[in-house]
C-alpha cells in the first residue's frame, strides 16, 4: 500500500461509478418535502471524488462553479481529462484532504458533498474534514454526506475485519490486490463451510459473502479493505458534525421520506412518541436495520410556512425519465415491495408520458379531475423519483441551455471512450443538472447516430465493426455467441429497441441530438 495514501487502498483505482445523491438540483425537492428553505448552489466541492465522473457531470450539466480532490493522482488525472474536456472549469485537484483543506484559492461553499469516503478514512482526516466544513461551508449551506452505518453492519463487520486481516497476513506478498481480496473470500467460505457458532448465531453472514462473490473487484478493494473502515451510528456522526455547526436536514434518499413503505404501523407510531428528532433518527435505523445512510445536513436550517411550502413545490419540475409502458408499479422500502396506487399513479405518468418537464403546479391542473390531491402528488413524485422513473429537472430554461454546451462536448468524448471500454455507464443531462444510465451499446448506438447513420441497422453493424475489431464478441443469457450473425442480429434487436424506447427519452434529456 502507497504511504501516501494514509491507508487508504491506492494500487486499484475505484470504480467509475456516478452518485445522483450528490447531484444539488436533487437537494430541492427533498429540502422543500421537509418543509426547510431551499438553498442556492453557486459554488460545490466534492471531497475524494473517486474517478471525478459525478463531479465533471455535475459540473457540466450546471451553471454551478466546482472544486473537489481525490488524493490518488491516477484518478484525479482522469477527473482533470473530463474537465478539460467539457470546458466545465472544474478545479480538481490530487491533493491529501489538509493541504486542500489549505488551499488559498478556494471560494466558500454552498455544498459540499462527501460520497462513502467519510467511512473509509482515519479519524485524523475526519477532522480536518469537520473543520473545513466549519470554515468553508456558507450559512444556509448544504452538506451532503453518506456513509456505512450501524447498527446494519453490525454483523458483518467482524467478518469483514477477519478477511482484511487474511489479505493482510496470508495474502501472498507481491500478488496485487485483487488476488489478495478472492483469496480472502475464499477463507471465508472455507471457515463458514466448518459452521462455526458465529454463523449460526449471524445466518446472514453467508449471503453476504455470496454476493461479495459477484461484485466488481475494484469496488471491493475501496469498499472493505482499507485499512480505516468505521461503520458510524447516526448520533455519533451527529457528534462528529457539531463543530462544523451543521444540524440534520433530512435524508437524501428520497424513498426514506415515504415512511409507508419502510415502516409498519406500529413501527410509525412508536416514533412518534419520540420527542427527540435526533433520538428518533437513530430508532429509525434500528427498524429498518440501516446499513448505509445518505444524509443532507445544513449550516443554519431555515422552516418555511405551509403557503410557502406549498407555492415553492408547485414551481418544481420533473420529467418522466423511464419509457411510459416499462414503467414498474411496485416500488421496494424496507418492508419489501409494496403496489403503487393505480388511482393516482397511472394518471400522473399518463400525464407526463411525452417526457416534457412539467411543474408540480401542471401536473395538479392535469389531474384536478382525476380526484388527485396535491399531497398525493407530492408523495406520488417523491416515489417516482426516488425509484429512478422521474428525475427533478432544472427550472431556467438559460441555464440548461448554456450547460448544453458544455454536456455535449462531455457526452462527446465519453461516447469514443465507449469504443474500447464499457466501464462508464452514464452520460450527462442538461435537464437533470445530472448523469443519466446509457449502457455500453447505447453509447455507441449514439455515436453512430452522431456522425451520421439513421436507421438502427447501421448502428448495429458500426457497433460490430468496433467489436469484432478488438476480437470481442456479445455474451447473452451466459453464453457467447461465436457468430458474426448472431452478433449482428443481437446487435440489430438491442438497436431497434434503442431507438423506439431509449432514444426518445434522451432526446427529452438533451443527451441526444
Known amino acids: 500500500m502507497s504511504n501516501w495514501s494514509a491507508g487508504y487502498v491506492a494500487d486499484i483505482g475505484y470504480t467509475y461509478g456516478y ?11 427533498a429540502f422543500l418535502n421537509a418543509g426547510l428553505s431551499m438553498p442556492d448552489v453557486g459554488h460545490a466541492c466534492e471531497l475524494g471524488f473517486g474517478q471525478g465522473l459525478s463531479a465533471n457531470i455535475h459540473a457540466s450539466a450546471s451553471v454551478v462553479k466546482w472544486h473537489g480532490t481525490d488524493f490518488n493522482p491516477a484518478q484525479a488525472g482522469f477527473a482533470q481529462e473530463l474537465s478539460a474536456v467539457s470546458g466545465s472549469g472544474a478545479a480538481l485537484h490530487d491533493d491529501a484532504f489538509a493541504d486542500f483543506a489549505n488551499r488559498p484559492d478556494l471560494p466558500d461553499f454552498d455544498y459540499i458533498g462527501l460520497h462513502g469516503i467519510w467511512s473509509w478514512i482515519s479519524d485524523e482526516n475526519r477532522a480536518v474534514i469537520v473543520d473545513f466544513i466549519r470554515r468553508k461551508l456558507k450559512v444556509g449551506g448544504v452538506l451532503y454526506i453518506s456513509y456505512n452505518t450501524l447498527p446494519g453492519w453490525a454483523a458483518f463487520a467482524p467478518m469483514r475485519h477477519l478477511m482484511t486481516e487474511h489479505a493482510e497476513v496470508l495474502g501472498a506478498e507481491g500478488r496485487g490486490i485483487v488476488s489478495r481480496i478472492d483469496g480472502a473470500i475464499e477463507f471465508a467460505e472455507g471457515l463458514l463451510a466448518t459452521n462455526p457458532l458465529f454463523s449460526r448465531a449471524n445466518p446472514l453472514v453467508g449471503e453476504r459473502i455470496k454476493k461479495l462473490k459477484e461484485q466488481n473487484r475494484h469496488y471491493l478493494a475501496h469498499e472493505y479493505f482499507n485499512r ?65 445512510r445518505r444524509d443532507y445536513w445544513i449550516k443554519g436550517a431555515r422552516r418555511i410556512t405551509p403557503f410557502e411550502q406549498a407555492q415553492a413545490l408547485r414551481q418544481q419540475k420533473v420529467m418522466l425519465v423511464t419509457p411510459r409502458a416499462d414503467v414498474s408499479m411496485k416500488v421496494n422500502g424496507a418492508l419489501g415491495e409494496a403496489t403503487l396506487n393505480e388511482g393516482v399513479y397511472v394518471p400522473l405518468l399518463d400525464a407526463l408520458a411525452d417526457h416534457k418537464a412539467r411543474t408540480l403546479a401542471q401536473i395538479e391542473q392535469a389531474l384536478s379531475e382525476k380526484g388527485v390531491t396535491f399531497a398525493q402528488i407530492i408523495q406520488a413524485v417523491m416515489v417516482l423519483v426516488g425509484a429512478g422513473t422521474l428525475a427533478v429537472v432544472a427550472t431556467e430554461d438559460n441555464q440548461i441551455n448554456k450547460a448544453r454546451k458544455l454536456t455535449d462536448k462531455l457526452n462527446a468524448h465519453l461516447l469514443l471512450k465507449a469504443r474500447s471500454m464499457g466501464d462508464i455507464s452514464y452520460l450527462a443531462s442538461p435537464v437533470t443538472g445530472g448523469g443519466v444510465m446509457v449502457g455500453r451499446f447505447q453509447q455507441l448506438f449514439l455515436l453512430a447516430l452522431s456522425q451520421g447513420k439513421k436507421q438502427p441497422i447501421e448502428w448495429a453493424q458500426f457497433v460490430w465493426q468496433i467489436l469484432a475489431a478488438q476480437g470481442q464478441k456479445i455474451v447473452k443469457e451466459g453464453n457467447t455467441l461465436e457468430t458474426a450473425e448472431d452478433n449482428l442480429a443481437e446487435l440489430s434487436a438491442q438497436a431497434t429497441s434503442f431507438a423506439q424506447k431509449q432514444l426518445p427519452v434522451l432526446r427529452a434529456l438533451q443527451i441526444a441530438g
Open 19 to 29: 452518485y445522483t445523491e450528490l447531484n444539488p438540483l436533487r437537494v430541492n425537492l
Open 228 to 292: 480505516d473502515w468505521h461503520p458510524m451510528h447516526f448520533a455519533t456522526m451527529a457528534e462528529w458534525l457539531e463543530p462544523a455547526k451543521v444540524q440534520y436536514a433530512c435524508s437524501a434518499h428520497y424513498l426514506d421520506h415515504i415512511e409507508a413503505v419502510n415502516l409498519s404501523a406500529e413501527q410509525q407510531a412508536f416514533l412518534k412518541e419520540i420527542p427527540d428528532p435526533m433520538f428518533r433518527e437513530s430508532v429509525r435505523d434500528f427498524m429498518v436495520n440501516q446499513q448505509f
